[in-house]
């Protein structure tokens, strides 16, 4: 089954640490995207990739980093800069040709720093 | 920038009742409309997509939405509610800008179907 899938789905990080989320695709798509979700606020764009080796800085980078090497993979890097990144983290992907179609979601991965 | 607004926290209705999720956008240009689903600690699930075409969209679960471009306004609609429907809605539209597109979601609104 095609399908996006997002490891692991609950992460403890504790303060001063790196920790990296994973997000495969198997869709073919080009465009990948992370976004960060808190109660009341909705979701976030974090950063966003349309192409290998490209990526760009959505509403709120700072204290995230990500890498583009390979078109199935598309890994968020919570770094010890992120002062409050306790949140459910979500990955996304869809076509890069086309406006209409819909972005496919992962399961998320929530991360809580302890 | 494109943008859409969700009006409403939540909406509580009894089971069986017909139920309505508000949406409205601000866009320069035609609007690409989305509406998704969220379960507890699941990721998104796409529901219906206005693009162009016919005001009434069609679309999973017994969903459907209403786009009106007078009133700017993307409404989630359903006939007669499951208290399985009760869940965290999200509205998006599709924004671009130098040749990357995105998607710009609401706030979310939870909806709460009551047996």
């Known amino acids: 089954d095609g399908g996006i899938t997002q490891s692991p789905k609950y992460l403890f990080r504790k303060e001063g640490q790196n920790v990296t989320l994973s997000c495969e695709q198997n869709l073919n798509h080009d465009a990948m995207y992370w976004y960060r979700q808190d109660p009341g606020q909705g979701l976030r764009l974090i950063y966003y990739s349309q192409i290998v080796n490209d990526f760009q800085k959505g509403d709120i980078a700072e204290g995230y980093s990500v890498s583009r090497e390979k078109k199935e993979s598309f890994p968020l890097t919570v770094t010890s800069a992120q002062k409050n990144p306790t949140a459910f983290y979500l990955c996304a992907s869809n076509r890069r040709d086309s406006m209409n179609t819909e972005a496919f979601f992962g399961q998320g991965t929530r991360l809580t720093v302890v | 920038a494109q943008s859409v607004a969700q009006p409403e926290d939540q909406v509580n209705v009894a089971e069986g009742n017909p139920l309505t999720v508000k949406c409205t956008y601000s866009v320069s240009g035609n609007p690409y409309l989305f509406w998704y689903v969220q379960y507890p600690n699941r990721g998104l699930q796409f529901l219906l997509k206005?693009?162009?075409?016919?005001?009434l969209v069609k679309g999973s679960y017994g969903f459907e939405a209403e786009f009106n471009k007078s009133q700017t306004s993307f409404h989630l609609k359903k006939p007669s509610a499951l208290v399985s429907d009760s869940a965290l809605y999200f509205c998006?539209?599709?924004?671009?800008?130098?040749?990357?597109?995105?998607?710009?979601f609401g706030t979310g609104t939870r909806l709460l179907v009551s047996p």
């Open positions: 998006a539209v599709r924004d671009i800008r130098r040749g990357f597109q995105k998607l710009v």
């Open positions: 206005y693009i162009t075409g016919d005001n």
